[in-house]
C-alpha cells in the first residue's frame, strides 16, 4: 500500500497505515514543486542576507550570532549533535515512524532549517497525537459493542 502526500489528502488513518502498516509514501508532482519553491525562497533570503533564526543565525543564546551560507550546513549538523541526548524512554517504533514517514531513513546532507525543524518536536507530538485519536476511536467503538452486547445479554 502506498499513501500519497499531496498537502490536501493526508488523514490520520493515513498516518496509521504509514506507522503501524508500514505503508510506502510518495510525493505528488504538486507537492514537490511547492517543496522546490519554498526552498528557493529560502535561498534567495539566505542569499540576501537575511538574518533567518536558525538559518542564518545561531540558535537559543547564540541567535544574534550570523552564519555564513559556508557554515549553514555544519550548523544544522550541529544543532541535531546537540539535541541529540534524552531523558525517559525512547518513542514507541509507530510514532517514531509516522513522523519520520518512512523506516530505514539513510543519513541526509541538511541544508537550511532542517536541521532546526527536526528538532522541534511538532511533528512527533503529531504522530503520536494522531495514533492515539485512532487508538481511542477503535476503543470507543469496542467500549460501545461491549455494552450494547451486556445490555442485550439478560434479555436471551
Known amino acids: 500500500m502506498t499513501v500519497l502526500i499531496d498537502g490536501k489528502t493526508l488523514t490520520i488513518e493515513k498516518t496509521e ?11 505528488s508532482d504538486d ?11 529560502a535561498q534567495k533570503m539566505v542569499d540576501s542576507n537575511v538574518a533567518i533564526y536558525g538559518v542564518t543565525t545561531g ?9 555564513s551560507p559556508e557554515q549553514g550546513e555544519q550548523l544544522q549538523k550541529n544543532i541535531i549533535y546537540n ?18 514517514k518512512k523506516a530505514g531513513i539513510k543519513p541526509i546532507q541538511l541544508s537550511y532549517k532542517e536541521g532546526l525543524g527536526l528538532m522541534n518536536g511538532s511533528q512527533m507530538v ?22 450494547a ?6 434479555r436471551a
Open 17 to 27: 497505515e504509514i506507522a503501524r502498516q508500514n505503508a510506502e509514501v510518495t510525493y
Open 31 to 41: 507537492a514537490r514543486a511547492k517543496i522546490g519553491r519554498c526552498r528557493e525562497v
Open 59 to 67: 540558535i537559543g543564546e547564540f541567535a544574534r550570532i550570523r552564519v
Open 83 to 100: 539535541h541529540a541526548a534524552g531523558t525517559g524512554d525512547p518513542q514507541p517504533q509507530d510514532v517514531v515512524r509516522g513522523a519520520m
Open 126 to 147: 503529531t504522530s503520536e497525537a494522531a495514533l492515539l485519536l485512532c487508538d481511542s476511536r477503535r476503543l470507543l467503538k469496542n467500549a460501545m459493542i461491549a455494552a
Open 149 to 154: 452486547m451486556s445490555i442485550d445479554a439478560p
